[in-house]
């Protein structure tokens, strides 16, 4: 889904930058009452893992693969606002740094892959919540479904600029069904991903996922043999892992995810890759900007063995995306804690 330069022109890809400015605004406003000291240095991290896992393209079709966007995963775990702001440090981390997703077109990148897979994801999270049972298993449902959603609604999304413009003179209809046609596919792998992803930090420490604040259920103690409810008060059951704790692992998959699996990701072209070339799409594509850059591709520079110059590349990009993130995400909790300080009236 990453959109090259070229695919759209000038003018599209100037109102799309806006549309991406205006977000990142209001995202970091709203980031302001979603961050804290336990979640501000579990953002910088959901940005170093989504980086990570959108390294591993899974096959989804005859000569055609996908990977996570990360949508959903973000605004489930952090929120709807930080969300947009991760899944944003992770595209401009790949554009820059690695060639991927045109630097014209990170206006479109942004609105496509961080804003409209953030909202819409979040919203059919959200609904699936009011009514589904109150529980974990709720929340990891909810997370799937809301991911599998995601991911379409992300290829209308490119269909629709593409429509407004686009810099060939294709079929629009063929256009929409061939991407979101692939697209449902590699939804699929994003709902897995997302719910075993979601679920598993809900096992350890439910405390820090957004999207199940509110959510807990009332201790139960088991007495004489029953299970009856704890009285009010009683205290919680303590978290199965330090913050500490779960930054590390979180971390270390990550750097494991990108700097070792990464090498035996499938090798066929995205689902916007494939369509791209099947429909003409990508006759106007032009040379990125960051061609030069030592880690374009990821892999690097000067590095003759394609294994450990992608893991290198991969573990770099890591590195770079969560200390970018974990900057900006402690920036804003720290910016909210000015604004929330007493204000001295002169009296």
Not at 90 to 99: I, N
Request: neutral net charge.
């Amino acid at each position: 889904m990453h959109v090259p330069d070229g695919f759209i022109d000038a003018p599209t890809s100037a109102v799309t930058g806006v549309v991406a400015a205006g977000a990142l605004a209001v995202s970091l406003r709203g980031a302001r009452r979603e961050l804290d000291e336990r979640t501000a240095p579990l953002a910088g991290l959901v940005a170093a893992f989504i980086f990570a896992v959108q390294m591993l393209n899974f096959p989804v079709a005859a000569g055609t693969s996908g990977h996570l966007l990360g949508g959903a995963l973000a605004a489930i775990l952090v929120g709807p606002y930080t969300g947009v702001l991760c899944v944003s440090v992770v595209l401009l981390m790949q554009g820059v740094l690695f060639a991927d997703g045109g630097l014209t077109a990170l206006g479109v990148n942004i609105t496509d892959m961080a804003l409209v897979t953030t909202v819409v994801s979040y919203a059919v999270f959200r609904a699936l919540l009011a009514v589904l049972p109150r529980g974990r298993r709720s929340v990891t449902v909810a997370s799937f479904v809301a991911a599998l959603l995601s991911v379409p609604a992300a290829a209308v999304a490119f269909t629709l600029v593409y429509a407004v413009g686009g810099t060939t003179d294709v079929s629009m209809g063929k256009v929409a069904t061939a991407m979101i046609g692939v697209h449902v596919l590699i939804g699929v792998g994003e709902a897995v991903i997302t719910a075993l992803t979601v679920g598993a930090v809900i096992a350890v420490r439910p405390d820090l996922v957004h999207g199940a604040r509110g959510l807990r259920q009332r201790l139960r103690l088991r007495v004489d043999g029953e299970l009856v409810d704890a009285p009010v008060g009683a205290p919680a059951p303590a978290a199965r892992a330090s913050r500490r704790g779960l930054w590390a692992g979180g971390l270390a998959a990550s750097v494991v995810l990108a700097g070792f699996v990464s090498f035996y990701a499938s090798a066929n072209p995205d689902g916007l890759e494939k369509v791209a070339h099947d429909k003409g799409i990508d006759t106007k594509e032009k040379e990125h900007a960051s061609a030069g850059s030592p880690l374009a591709g990821y892999g690097v520079e000067d590095v003759s063995d394609q294994r450990l110059s992608g893991g290198l590349a991969g573990v770099i990009g890591v590195g770079v995306t969560v200390v970018a993130g974990s900057t900006v995400f402690w920036a804003v909790r720290r910016r909210r804690g000015e604004d929330a300080s007493p204000v001295d009236s002169g009296l």
